[in-house]
């Protein structure tokens, strides 16, 4: 078993900045291999964001995001991070984080490939 507790959503203006945090816990934490950010915007499906392993931090960004979200982790504080800059009003979403125990499964963008989720953070940004 992983828990995983989001932090760090919000509102804010267009152009602005939030830093969301996932700290992961748990008797499996310790079998993490990769740990993914994902997104559902009200009435749309969930998907992918960023992506990063825990060691050594190699990391995926989905097309959208690239160049304005930053994606790391901090292993002695067991806790993902997702830099989002530079936000824009469709950014709007509900975030959820996600942890990866399989690395032979390599499905990194895609919610098959995690095996256990957050609850979820509220990100609105407004125009």
């Known amino acids: 078993q992983v828990q995983l507790v989001e932090s760090g959503g919000g509102l804010v203006q267009a152009g602005g900045s939030l830093r969301l945090s996932c700290a992961a816990s748990?008797?499996?934490?310790?079998?993490?291999?990769?740990m993914g950010w994902f997104r559902q915007a009200l009435g749309q499906e969930r998907e992918f964001v960023s992506h990063?392993?825990?060691?050594?931090?190699?990391?995926y960004y989905a097309d959208s995001v690239k160049g304005r979200f930053t994606i790391s982790r901090d292993n002695a504080k067991n806790t993902v991070y997702l830099q989002m800059n530079s936000l824009k009003p469709e950014d709007t979403a509900v975030y959820y984080c996600?942890?990866?125990?399989?690395?032979?499964?390599?499905?990194?963008?895609?919610?098959?490939?995690?095996?256990?989720w957050g609850q979820g953070t509220q990100v609105t940004v407004s125009s």
């Open positions: 990063i392993t825990w060691r050594p931090g190699v990391t």
């Open positions: 996600a942890a990866d125990l399989f690395p032979t499964r390599n499905w990194p963008t895609r919610m098959e490939g995690y095996d256990y």
């Open positions: 748990g008797p499996a934490f310790s079998s993490i291999y990769a």
